[in-house]
């Protein structure tokens, strides 16, 4: 098992740039495929990118692909999700998950453990 909690969030104009850290504690991180997904008021939850064991695989929703970057480093327990150009239409809460399953997950079913979120504001 283990614990996720996200960091990073907070208010940021359109066109700006947010990091977002998810750190792990429990069972060894390196086992578990990373992802990130968000959801937005009174929509559904959605996937925004994904990370495999080792960091050497990444797949990226289209909303998202060149501007956002996942990466991690199981040294330190932890996943990262770089936002630049940031626009409105991200706002959201951001959540990290973590995967039983190998390979790059974009379904939230194939994910076993949640963190509590973090929030993301884009003014515009």
């Known amino acids: 098992q283990v614990q996720l909690v996200e960091s990073g969030g907070g208010l940021v104009q359109a066109g700006g740039s947010l990091r977002l850290t998810c750190t792990g504690s429990?069972?060894?991180?390196?086992?578990?495929?990373m992802g990130w997904f968000r959801q937005a008021p009174g929509k559904e939850r959605e996937f925004v990118a994904a990370i495999t064991l080792i960091g050497g695989g990444t797949y990226y929703a289209d909303s998202v692909k060149g501007r956002f970057t996942i990466s991690r480093d199981n040294a330190k327990n932890t996943v990262y999700l770089q936002m630049n150009s940031l626009k409105p239409e991200d706002t959201a809460v951001y959540y990290c998950a973590a995967s039983n399953w190998a390979g790059l997950l974009t379904t939230s079913g194939r994910y076993n453990y949640w963190g509590q979120g973090t929030q993301v504001t884009v003014s515009s």
């Open positions: 429990g069972r060894s991180f390196s086992s578990y495929a």
